[in-house]
């Protein structure tokens, strides 16, 4: 019986991490978006394992692991952060353009609404 491409739990073969194919990772192992689904984050901890597959696009993919038993819980959102978190938002609606809040993010490609786009003919 072979042995999956990515099975190297001592690391040897991938810089010293521990690495396993797609869905067997060892139990206490998770994510950051895994951890962030349950309240947590990695906290300061390395990099503990990394699960990788191979890509549609080529080559091969990696996700990085933490242990839970090292993770802590997700900062809660202060005052001061949300302000900042709003602010930062909103310059990214705002066209400089015209100045108008768009409800939308404005594409990087034009830097500019699509309305101000479509006028000078920029969107075309």
Same mark, same amino acid.
């Given at each position: 019986m072979s042995r999956p491409r990515h099975w190297d739990p001592a690391g040897e073969r991938h810089g010293g991490t521990p690495t396993y194919p797609w869905r067997m990772a060892p139990a206490g192992y998770f994510t950051r978006r895994q951890l962030r689904a349950k309240g947590l984050?990695? !906290? !300061?901890q390395d990099v503990a394992a990394q699960i990788m597959w191979r890509s549609r696009f080529g080559g091969t993919r990696p996700a990085y692991l933490y242990r839970l038993a090292l993770a802590k819980p997700v900062r809660q959102m202060t005052p001061a952060r949300a302000a900042a978190l709003a602010k930062a938002n909103r310059a990214r609606r705002t066209c400089p353009a015209c100045g108008r809040d768009t409800g939308y993010v404005l594409p990087a490609h034009l830097g500019i609404c699509l309305t101000c786009a479509d006028s000078? !003919?920029?969107a075309a």
């Open positions: 984050r990695p !906290g !300061g000078t !003919g920029l």
